[in-house]
């Protein structure tokens, strides 16, 4: 804008906004959930991701190899599936109740994608554990399905991120 417009004062010096201000113009443009609406979404969300994976885990497995799900039948395969969907939602409604859960990490360092990748796959075969230990299964059973589970929950998807980004990055330098 040119600064000899008649009636317009001239941009000299920019004043940057307190945290405050800001804060509260972000809260007025995209108002944040409450926590239990944010429990419920977090719960729903992890449901979801994690019931149709688990059951795909399962099912190939018992077709595969009977003996590691104890040739257990497409309806009870389907009840591990939910129950460590269950399971899952639960702990993830939990944790979007923690206290400071609502602020973004400035900088998500290599190491805290580390730390939260090895809590996810840790409550996840933890969830997936608790439900094969009480289906009756054994421990090189239970181990097996576990990281087949975790494998495909989110090593998988962890590797397809990272070859996408990888494309996407080959993209843009053509």
Do not use: Y
């Amino acid at each position: 804008m040119p600064a000899s417009q008649p009636g317009r004062p001239a941009v000299t010096n920019l004043v940057w906004a307190s945290e405050d201000v800001l804060t509260s113009v972000e809260q007025q443009v995209q108002p944040q959930p409450s926590r239990p609406r944010r429990a419920a979404r977090a719960a729903a969300t992890a449901f979801v991701f994690v019931a149709l994976p688990a059951f795909v885990v399962f099912a190939v497995t018992t077709l595969v190899a009977p003996s590691v799900t104890d040739g257990a039948g497409v309806g009870g395969v389907a009840l591990w599936a939910v129950q460590v969907a269950l399971l899952v939602a639960i702990g993830a409604a939990v944790s979007a109740l923690r206290p400071g859960v609502d602020k973004p990490e400035p900088d998500a360092s290599t190491w805290s994608v580390v730390r939260r990748l090895g809590w996810h796959v840790l409550s996840t075969g933890a969830c997936a554990a608790l439900v094969l230990a009480l289906q009756g299964l054994g421990v090189g059973q239970i181990l097996t399905l576990v990281l087949l589970l975790v494998g495909v929950l989110h090593l998988l998807p962890l590797a397809v991120a990272r070859l996408l980004s990888k494309a996407a990055g080959r993209g843009r330098a053509s």
